[in-house]
Each structure stands twice: as C-alpha cells, then as structure tokens.
C-alpha cells in the first residue's frame, strides 16, 4: 500500500465509519472524486516528465488541461495510452482492467451522478450498498498506485504529480513528443476526445 493511498484514503476510513447518516454517501462521493482525481494526476505527472516542461510550466499545463472541459477518466486514460509504452491495461492488469472499466465503473458513476445531483437512483442502494461500491472503488485505485508506482515512480495519489521521476527518463519512449504547451493542447485535442 503506498504512502499516497493511505493519505487519501484516510478521509474515505473517517467517513464509512461515522455515525452520521450520510457518512457512506459522502464517503462514496470522496472515493469518486479521488479516483478522477488520480487517473488526472497520472496523466499530469506522465506529461511532466518531457523534459522540455520544467516547474515553470506546471501552472501552463494545469491551465490547458482545466480548459478541456471534456476530460474525465475515460480521457485521462487515453491519454496515458496515446503517450506511455505501455496501456493502462497492461500496467494494471488484463482482468481487473478489463472488470472495472467495462462493469464496475459505468455502475459506480452512474450511482456518482445520481447521487451527486440529488436524484434517487432507482436502485434502493442501502449503506451495506454504498459500502460495496467504496471497496470497489478502494480496491481499483490501490492495484492502479500500487501497479503505477512500480511502472513509472507515481501512485497518482500522493500531493505534487509535477515533480520529475528521479529512476529513469519515462519520455524517453513516449508515442508521442510534446515538446511544449502548444504540442501538449493539440495531443489533448487529438488523443482525449
């Protein structure tokens, strides 16, 4: 388990194990936002690595990927694969891979959306319910850091994804060569739609 997952788990642990009546409810909508949220910080932290982006940059390229109002996970994925050796897929593995993203996620963010805007789902979800689809939640995006953390130095969980792999030069293979801001909008537009 890394270090990035407990931290952002932790919140998620407080949550489940309230008192409160919207304790799982809640805890389902932090596990959502940080499962987005590290698909994101991979991505970032995949493009950072061209060494043509320095820290002076990170601000540019947070701004340009705030911009695309259309990148969500399913996005961010392609877009590590449009760019890295190596798929999601292949990191993580065939079977969960495979689970979760053709079964497991289109349920959990249907139930994300629904919940998130105030509307029943339909499905009568108990907390017992709720809890499931956390674990679920929990148990991809730690075989993703964990899978992440050996492949390129990032469990895409930890705070500062715009940070330098210090093992080995990652862009050295890429797909693709972005070699600034401009290059790195136009890869979005063609490889994230």
Same mark, same amino acid.
């Given at each position: 388990m890394t270090k990035g997952f407990q931290e952002e788990f932790a919140t998620i642990d407080i949550l489940v194990n309230s008192n409160t009546r919207t304790g799982r409810t809640d805890a389902f909508i932090v596990a959502f936002t940080k499962l987005?949220?590290?698909?994101r910080r991979l991505f970032s932290y995949t493009i950072y690595q061209n060494p043509a982006f =320095?820290? =002076?940059? &990170?601000?540019?390229?947070?701004?340009?990927?705030?911009?695309k109002r259309f990148l969500d996970f399913d996005n961010y994925i392609k877009?590590?694969?449009?760019?890295?050796?190596?798929? &999601?897929?292949?990191?993580i593995g065939n079977a969960l891979y495979a689970s979760f993203i053709k079964t497991d996620?289109?349920?959990?963010?249907?139930?994300?959306?629904?919940?998130?805007?105030?509307?029943? =789902?339909?499905?009568?979800?108990s =907390?017992?319910?709720?809890?499931?689809?956390?674990v679920v939640i929990r148990d991809w995006c730690l075989q993703v850091a964990e899978s992440m953390m050996t492949e390129i130095g990032y469990d895409?969980?930890?705070?500062n994804s715009f940070r330098k792999c210090r093992a080995k030069n990652l862009a050295a293979n890429y797909k693709a060569n972005i070699s600034g801001i401009k290059e790195l909008e136009a890869f979005i537009e063609t490889n994230m739609k």
């Open positions: 987005e949220k590290q698909v =320095t820290l =002076t940059h &990170y601000i540019d390229i947070l701004a340009v990927i705030a911009s877009g590590f694969d449009a760019l890295y050796p190596k798929s &999601y897929e292949n990191i996620f289109p349920r959990i963010k249907n139930i994300r959306n629904k919940v998130l805007h105030g509307q029943p =789902t339909g499905q009568g979800l =907390t017992s319910d709720l809890k499931t689809e956390i895409g969980l930890e705070w």
